[in-house]
């Protein structure tokens, strides 16, 4: 949660702040999509993790059970 909540949060910034600093358009937007790589990757890699070792999944993402 916390690799992703950094990404995330990277992101952010980026779109909020880098686009008025140095970077051009072509680097925000390369910088930008290689994030969001990285971020598909972790989801992608936590869900193997929680379905391996269901005992791990945080509270907050377990569902409620009827």
């Known amino acids: ?5 950094s990404l995330d ?3 952010d910034y ?9 970077l051009t358009d ?3 937007q390369r910088y930008a999509v290689a994030v969001g ?6 989801i992608k890699i936590s869900n193997e993790l929680h379905s391996l070792f269901p ?3 945080p509270d ?3 569902s409620e059970r009827s």
């Open 9 to 11: 949060s990277i992101a």
């Open 37 to 42: 790589r990285r971020m598909a990757e972790t």
């Open 14 to 22: 980026m779109n909020n702040n880098v686009p008025r600093g140095n």
């Open 26 to 28: 072509e680097e925000f």
């Open 55 to 57: 005992d791990i999944v």
């Open 60 to 62: 907050e993402l377990k």
């Open 1 to 5: 949660m916390g690799v992703r909540a």
